[in-house]
């Protein structure tokens, strides 16, 4: 992969001898940091197909998560390339122009951390920070479903909901950096309590997280269900058990999509978008969950001009989406 | 305000005898649709002081609105400037892209009009549409209270709940130019029934009807009220008598505003404005509308983040702000 041109001089041009020009290939580096593992990947110029990945764990033993972050890139460094820029996936708050980890609260220390600055200063490369859902939604939309469409919706439903959003072919990032918290919107003002400490936000009420909540509770109320036989069932055994036609686990997909819906036609009223798609495992369930989306909709939108060549899709990338965004960042 | 410039040539420059060059000036005409009357001004190049106004009844014996909006570009048409751009200001459903108004609830015939073909066929100059909230939105942050703020939310209140958002200094359109319908998105769904025909929405519980419609009912419940003397006390009715003490009438803005505050902490977790407008004629009870949406945000935000620095403040353009947002447009 290193283009390597040998080139004879002109002669006549005075004071340059013969000699050979080694032209390194570009490459770019990203990093997705989760709270349990960074994994880091080389790219070439162009594509999405990595030259080299590594992973490691956030914590342990040696050194702080930044200086496993920086030992991480240096392990992975390219010899022959030159490095162009590193794009940094990080979950949390971030100011994303500032380079600055707001609070990550899954990551020790990782508190109005200046992470840019700390990298940029190690390797001196232009370095670029997003949040890593944002940074999906760029991914999938650069590199995945979303091709083509210039205004995206990503919503990535796992044990919390995140999102990106993409307005007229750019991330929407806000004045701070902290926008796109579509999780975080309140549905139900008296509805459940969500992670976050707030009530009735979307999170509380269609995360897996939330999924698993409702059937437990519904199982101690004595629903009967084939998942009753499993002790914590998680929302990937109710999507199982959902597929085999579980009465219980079918109604909780529908629950969950049902908020989605009403969510999602606020979003579409807000953004007006002309793709949804939705990544995170339980986007894995596929027309479980986007069918009671789906069915949802046409009740809540203003005008039916909001879902006409709607495209409500799941993800392609999945778990290398925020890499890959990572990567769209640092290329620019 | 006409250029002219009488220049004598170069007499060493053959075949261009002695002339004068007339430079016409530039100009600008931006017009506001509303269910009631059409407004249009001629503005320079620079600047927001209209060089000549003009306002007719949309409807009317002679003509359809249409062709009544042609005659009244054609009465205030500038003799002698060039005029570059028409920038139109409608309510209603928009394909802004396309130039064409969807549904126009309350002008007569105005589904699914081109309505930019029809003027541009008509005057030969480049048309430009968008949607009133929408332009007043993008007035306010090119001339108004938006000034050098690069994400802007503004909200109209009034009979209904519209706005505009700005983002990265871009005016959010959408897709299909139909996004920032931000006094349609749900807030107690099983709430009163907002005029679109949905339940709950933020225009049902915070918009000037709605603030006369909670007194009213208020009224028939028998709390005492100095707008018991009142046959229909209107918003304005309403913020008169808050001022003077009336508790009814406070606690009837405290309600608006602490929904619009909840409503509010939706859309900085999605769009992370720094300035949020308030416009309309709602907006003119000033601190009796904001206090209670500054008292409510800290309560709903995800992190103080995001209502630090910011600020939140009334519009300055009043009525203009449809018209100058149509300038702004025309003038790209």
């Given at each position: ?26 490459a ?14 080389v ?34 460094w390219p010899e022959k390339a030159?490095v ?249």
């Open positions: 992969m290193i283009a390597v041109f040998l080139c004879e001089v002109n002669q006549t041009t005075p004071n340059i001898s013969r000699y050979a020009i080694i032209v390194d290939m570009d770019y580096i990203a990093v997705d940091v989760g709270g349990t593992r960074m994994r880091a990947a790219y070439p110029q162009e594509g999405i197909a990595p030259i080299a990945v590594e992973k490691i764990r956030t914590t342990g033993r040696k050194g702080t998560p930044v200086e496993r972050l920086i030992d991480l890139l240096k392990q992975i030159t162009k820029g590193i794009g940094l996936a990080a979950p949390g708050y971030l100011d994303a122009q500032q380079g600055i980890v707001i609070s990550a609260p899954n990551i020790p220390g990782w508190i109005n951390l200046p992470l840019r600055h700390e990298i940029q200063s190690v390797f001196d490369v232009p370095v670029f920070l997003g949040n890593d859902a944002n940074l999906a939604a760029l991914g999938e939309w650069k590199y995945g479903a979303g091709k083509g469409h210039h205004h995206v919706l990503y919503i990535t439903i796992s044990t919390g909901i995140g999102g990106g959003i993409i307005i007229d072919d750019r991330l929407l990032v806000g004045a701070h950096g902290l926008a796109a918290e579509i999780g975080h919107v309140t549905i139900l003002p008296d509805g459940p309590k969500c992670g976050c400490g707030h009530r009735g936000h979307l999170e509380a009420l269609a995360s897996g997280t939330a999924i698993a909540k409702y059937v437990a509770e519904q199982l101690v109320l004595g629903v009967p269900s084939s998942l009753s036989s499993l002790e914590n069932p998680t929302a990937a055994d109710i999507s199982l058990a959902a597929e085999k036609g579980d009465a219980l686990a079918i109604e909780a997909f529908n629950r969950a999509g049902s908020f989605l819906g009403m969510a999602l036609a606020d979003f579409l009223h807000t953004f007006n978008p002309s793709i949804v798609i939705l990544g995170g495992g339980v986007s894995r369930s596929g027309r479980l969950i986007i069918d009671p989306i789906r069915n949802t909709l046409p009740r809540h939108v203003l005008s039916l001009e909001y879902i006409r060549d709607l495209v409500i899709t799941t993800a392609v990338l999945g778990d290398d989406a925020g890499l890959v965004g990572a990567l769209a960042l640092a290329r620019g």
